[in-house]
């Protein structure tokens, strides 16, 4: 972690990175993108500095002066700041212009080619919290109905082709039938207006893009999301295993268990094997 830096968003993923760097006596210079973040890594990074997202030219001027060879960027940011009266640089401005779109795979490159350029490299987020990779299988004692497998199936297809266009990364299915769909809005108003629709023995799925990038918007989920799920009387959460993040694992399996809600990891080729058997 020597010459590391962080660019912290919103979530736990800043601060489990941030405790580690600080129980090892590791510097870790940190930018927060937002006043609530800074506070809640201020305990654990003595070199912080709050900048919005727009302010590319001091993040990148904070970690020259701190000799940073190599950049992690984690936490959630809202990509409507880009339309609700941004604080934008020059060279922020100068980039946007030059864009024909705003997906975010398109800013998030720009970004790491800005650094590139001023010697900057950015990290795969699973270099530090590769510990947190979702893992394959039933992760609780509540084992999926038949249909509930027949709704993931469904459901990672069509989230695959929704993250391949860059929408979102997570479908809330009942029936195999399309409820909500994951866009600016995030995660967890997409699960509750598709849990609204649905009720009880709703699925939600979520996965990562087509050949996803490790360096940026990983998705993750944790309590907070299964929280969300049990509120709609949801039945599954079902996310993408190895290319997805898990927090708080224990935490999680035990509060799916009590609720009785199904969690799993899911991959193509084993939705694909299990659907094979199931026709046999």
Known sequence: MAHLGMIAGAGELPEIIARRAYAEGMPLPTVALSTHVAAQLMPYCPTLVHYGPGQLTKIIRTFQRHHVQQV?????VEKRFLFENPRLDLRVLRGLSRMRDYRDVTLLRAIIAEFAEEGLEV??????????????GILGKQQ????????IRYGFARAKQLAALDIGQTIVVRRQTVLAVEAIEGTDVAIERGCQYGGRGTVVVKVSRPQQDMRFDVPAVGPHTLHRIIAG???V??????TTLMLR???????ADARRVALVGVSAASLQSADAVGRA
Request: proline share 5%; charged share 25%; no cysteine.
């Open 249 to 255: 694992l224990q935490e999680l399996v035990a509060l």
């Open 144 to 151: 999926p109905s038949q249909r509930a497998w027949d709704d």
């Open 233 to 235: 009387r949801g039945a």
């Open 123 to 136: 990290i795969e987020q699973t270099r530090l919290l590769g510990h947190l990779v979702t893992p394959e």
């Open 72 to 76: 992690v960027m984690v936490g959630k």
């Open 237 to 242: 959460l079902a996310v993408e295993a190895g």
